[in-house]
């Protein structure tokens, strides 16, 4: 049975930083492409960052790009999303994701498998 949790959510200052983590479990997380996507209230989900499993490539949606960083540790079956230079838009329900694919900013379509999700607040 495929189960990913997510750890880290909670409220910061715009500007500020937060990591959220991902305890995944169930299937090949060295041969799986993962990633984070996310969703604002009243908006649709939205793909924010994936690491391919076959040749360790990031891609990010221009929303982020150069703000968030994926990571993976194999041996923990962890995943982690680095979130720098926060802003009042970035407020969402982020969740880790198992994706089809991974070769371009990532599609909310291409997901497999998700979590329940860690809550963001950028707020001053």
């Known amino acids: 049975q495929v189960q990913l949790v997510e750890r880290g959510g909670g409220l910061v200052q715009p500007g500020g930083s937060l990591r959220l983590s991902c305890v995944a479990s169930?299937?090949?997380?060295?041969?799986?492409?993962i990633g984070w996507f996310r969703q604002a209230p009243g908006k649709e989900r939205e793909g924010v960052v994936c690491?391919?499993?076959?040749?360790?490539?990031?891609y990010a949606a221009d929303s982020v790009t150069g703000r968030f960083t994926i990571s993976r540790d194999n041996a923990k079956n962890t995943m982690y999303l680095q979130m720098n230079s926060l802003k009042p838009d970035d407020t969402a329900v982020y969740y880790c994701?198992?994706?089809?694919?991974?070769?371009?900013?990532?599609?909310?379509?291409?997901?497999?498998?998700w979590g329940n999700g860690a809550a963001v607040i950028v707020s001053s």
């Open positions: 994701a198992t994706f089809r694919r991974c070769a371009g900013p990532p599609e909310a379509s291409d997901m497999d498998y």
């Open positions: 169930g299937f090949s997380f060295d041969r799986a492409h």
């Open positions: 690491n391919s499993a076959s040749d360790d490539s990031t």
